[in-house]
């Protein structure tokens, strides 16, 4: 799977694990930066490429790391199609994307282990959208309320 990454000051260490770990895994990753530490950078840069390479087709799915992972994940959803959250866990990595089709994962470096932050990806990496009735009535709703709302 090809994913965009991306990471400010406070998701920076955990981002380079996190690459290592998913294209171990045999993933094409596509980094968004930040490439060097920068105490002053701002999450929303990272998370408009990140959602930019989504949107657009040049990633599959992304990930967003930030202090808290919350940051990146309001500000990744301003974008139409985006559909991020923050998931510290296994059970909601996996169940955002089986249900609700999530395609960008938000963790935060200053919550989150690596370890436990491996397992979410991995999680989210893993699964596919069930494509159930229930959780595609539900998605349809959601795109109904984005060209409602992104109309320009």
Not at 33 to 42: I, K, T
Not at 83 to 88: I, L, N, S, T
Not at 97 to 125: Q, S, T, Y
């Amino acid at each position: 799977m090809k994913l965009a990454i991306g990471a400010d000051h406070g998701g920076f260490a955990l981002k380079k694990i996190i690459i290592g770990f998913a294209a171990g895994m045999g993933h094409e990753m596509i980094d968004c930066g930040a490439y060097r530490l920068e105490p002053g950078d701002d999450y929303p840069d990272f998370a408009g490429a990140v959602a930019r390479a989504v949107q657009s087709g040049q990633a599959e799915r992304g990930i967003l790391i930030c202090g808290s992972g919350v940051g990146a994940g309001v500000a990744a959803n301003k974008f139409e199609g985006i559909r991020a959250a923050v998931c510290h866990d296994v059970f909601s990595a996996r169940q955002g994307v089986e249900d609700d089709d999530m395609n960008v994962l938000c963790l935060g470096e200053r919550i989150i282990g690596a370890g436990a932050a491996m397992e979410a990806v991995r999680a989210f990496l893993g699964t596919g959208f069930s494509g159930a009735e229930r959780h595609l009535r539900r998605l349809n709703k959601v795109r109904a309320m984005e060209k409602e709302f992104f109309k320009q």
